[in-house]
């Protein structure tokens, strides 16, 4: 067995992510809630009182709604940021002292087999920063809740093996939509949101030859369909000469339905 994941739930009502090697089990995030959560993991084979811990992005409620109960249910230690840490402690309930661990922004850690290494993203939280993984030469990327693609962010998750990627919004749907102008001016600011058009030239400037499965993320419900992501980011990356279909393939995530279980 090598690394292995499932986005449990991604979208604007809440995303959580399972990641396993032989020697650690993790959730990254946990914005739904704790009874959703443990439907989700055992959907993705982990039984959640084997997780070893909990890996925290950003304060926002769609990352953090069940993680109080968690980490109380299961006695999990929880890393995150200082800056996060202070944002969410209010939001979450009660943690033990020695359930509380910090992991700072640009910067590796090891869990047993596996390393984590982190990385600031623009967005409107305390401190925001998302993930690559790294198990016996293979790497998967976590990267969500940007207002923009950084070159900071490029050059992390470059060629990355596997990605799980933010594809929030269709340009035309959000700006002919209900949202007030103040949430769209949030969602298409730099410290918003990621629309398919520039997730998919983001994509093209950093899939490399290792790169064979990109997961399209974090789609709005009210601004985006899957159909809508997956054939904007086909026909960009086709475009640049990229063979979807072919060395590249794409897959869509669900706000309440695990992907099938991944193994690198």
Not at 114 to 134: K, T, Y
Not at 183 to 202: M, P, T
Request: aromatic share 8%; with cysteine; glycine share 8%.
């Amino acid at each position: 067995m090598g690394l292995t994941f499932s986005v449990l739930a991604s979208g604007s009502s809440g995303n959580a992510m399972y990641i396993e090697t032989p020697k650690v089990k993790l959730l990254i995030d946990a914005g739904l809630s704790g009874k959703k959560l443990e439907q989700l993991l055992t959907k993705a084979a982990c039984d959640p009182s084997e997780l070893d811990g909990i890996i925290v992005t950003h304060e926002h409620s769609d990352h953090i709604k069940g993680l109080g109960v968690m980490a109380r249910r299961y006695k999990l230690p929880v890393y995150a940021n200082e800056k996060t840490w202070a944002a969410m402690e209010p939001l979450v309930g009660t943690i033990a002292a020695d359930q509380k661990f910090h992991f700072s922004q640009n910067s590796t850690k090891a869990f047993s087999d596996l390393d984590i290494q982190s990385f600031p993203v623009s967005h409107d939280a305390a401190d925001p920063m998302f993930f690559a993984f790294h198990h016996e030469g293979r790497k998967l990327v976590l990267a969500t809740d940007m207002g923009y693609v950084s070159d900071t962010v490029k050059g992390v998750i470059q060629n990355a093996d596997m990605m799980v990627f933010e594809s929030n919004h269709d340009m035309n749907m959000l700006r002919m939509g209900r949202y007030p102008w103040s949430v769209k001016r949030r969602i298409l600011g730099d410290s918003g949101h990621v629309s398919n058009e520039d997730a998919a030239y983001a994509l093209c400037d950093v899939i490399g030859e290792r790169t064979k499965r990109i997961y399209l993320a974090h789609l709005s419900k009210d601004n985006n369909m899957k159909e809508l992501a997956r054939m904007t980011a086909e026909q960009i990356l086709k475009e640049k000469g990229h063979g979807v279909g072919e060395s590249v393939h794409l897959f869509d995530t669900d706000p309440v339905n695990p992907t099938s279980i991944v193994t690198l």
